[in-house]
């Protein structure tokens, strides 16, 4: 009767069944033994048919814990005979896609990993990093293999650190879907030859990308131009306007050297005027009624001039007013800001671009920063396969029910 619950419990279907069930209360272990009758015939994924069982061969899996205690199925795993001669291992099919687990407990590991590091994960189940690491690494690669990129048309690049020194790695991300669909070690043109050559190999094509947010980069400008040859560039907004405020902050710097009222104003030019104190919006108010002999308060009513060019959605209106607005910032004496209208008239067609595909990194830069904080979590990572495998679990979406049922989608 026990071995029967056992088997109800595991969900083992004949010609599998409980042989015995052993308890070690000093171990805080619980060893259940996986058998199948005499005489079996088992089907083997890649030849049609039953085949025989040529000889056996025991497998320890690490299963869900029953209570507080770890749980081991001992199964003893066929091999059968093939037609043509060879013997191969046939495995039940809820043994997991890394040696040594049960479906059901990798199943559990893919969920804790998404929500914890891996130590933490290791802890929890009582197994060791590497373990965990492991399998999660498994499930990314095979989840990795069944991705079809043919519905992707929008891209959002961008870059992050993953350890001291110059180190970086590329992510692309699906914008309608606002997941991770590449990660490449790098920062220049070749990550995104390397992301077309991957569209290839995952029933996609290069020219079926219709759009891209970058930002500014050169070696990404030469990427998209080269590889994604049907590709409209966006330059979002909000980095426009970030290079915006550095000019504001520049001056500012500049003109306190001579006017020491200038002091402590910082975060009142570079926050947005909304989320202002009350002094901070009077003191802010009072540089800005300056503006004719201030730079620094010419400087910010450009930015914000800037930002209400770009909040508009009629692309000629935007093009005409944008164009204005560098002949007057260059015709002025706010230095830093000139630096912007250069290199806004440098990267024009992207920039006016925004107005129309109001394509955004915004979305990938917070990836970025839930895969920092990951980062942080976990003291640190040393590896670009590890940090892969941890942006994938964070935020690439992956179907893993397609691999294991158990799986949370």
């Not at 043919?150 to 992050?160: I, K, L, N, Q």
């Not at 077309?196 to 290069?206: G, N, T, V």
């Amino acid at each position: 009767m026990t071995n029967q619950l056992f088997e109800t419990a595991l969900g083992i279907k004949s010609p599998w069944f409980v042989q015995a069930v052993n308890f070690d209360a000093s171990q805080r272990r619980l060893t259940i033994d996986v058998d199948f009758p005499r005489g079996a015939r088992f089907t083997h994924p890649k030849v049609p048919g039953e085949h025989p069982v040529h000889d056996t061969q025991i497998k320890q899996l690490r299963h869900l814990n029953f209570f507080q205690h770890e749980c081991y199925l001992q199964v003893r795993m066929p091999r059968v005979r093939l037609p043509d001669g060879k013997v191969a291992v046939v495995e039940p099919d809820w043994v997991g896609k890394l040696s040594g687990f049960t479906l059901l407990f990798e199943a559990l590991v893919l969920m804790l990993a998404q929500q914890m590091p891996f130590a933490a994960v290791a802890r929890t189940v009582g197994e060791t990093w590497h373990r965990v690491h492991a399998i999660c690494a498994r499930y990314v690669e095979l989840a990795l293999e069944r991705a079809d990129l043919s519905p992707v048309d929008a891209v959002a690049f961008d870059e992050t650190s993953y350890k001291r020194g110059h180190n970086y790695l590329t992510l692309a991300a699906d914008t309608d879907a606002r997941k991770v669909v590449f990660v490449t070690e790098g920062r220049d043109a070749d990550t995104i030859a390397g992301f077309a050559d991957y569209l290839r190999a995952h029933k996609a094509d290069p020219e079926n990308i219709k759009s891209v947010s970058i930002d500014m980069s050169p070696a990404f400008i030469k990427g998209v131009t080269d590889n994604l040859p049907d590709a409209r560039i966006t330059f979002d907004k909000f980095h426009v306007i970030a290079h915006a405020s550095q000019a504001v902050d520049k001056m500012r710097r500049l003109e306190q050297k001579t006017d020491p009222a200038l002091k402590g104003l910082r975060w009142a030019l570079l926050k947005d005027r909304s989320k202002l104190s009350y002094e901070q919006a009077t003191d802010l108010d009072r540089l800005v009624a300056q503006f004719t002999t201030k730079r620094t308060a010419r400087a910010w009513l450009y930015r914000e001039q800037l930002r209400d060019i770009l909040d508009r959605k009629q692309i000629n209106v935007v093009s005409t007013m944008l164009k204005q607005w560098c002949t007057n910032v260059l015709r002025s004496k706010v230095d830093p800001m000139k630096d912007v209208a250069i290199m806004i008239r440098g990267h024009f067609d992207g920039i006016i671009a925004w107005a129309q595909t109001r394509q955004t990194n915004g979305f990938i830069e917070a990836i970025n920063g839930l895969f920092q904080a990951a980062k942080r979590k976990a003291r640190g990572y040393t590896r670009f396969q590890t940090m892969k495998t941890v942006i994938f679990l964070i935020a690439g979406r992956l179907n893993f029910t397609a691999i294991n049922p158990h799986a949370v989608p």
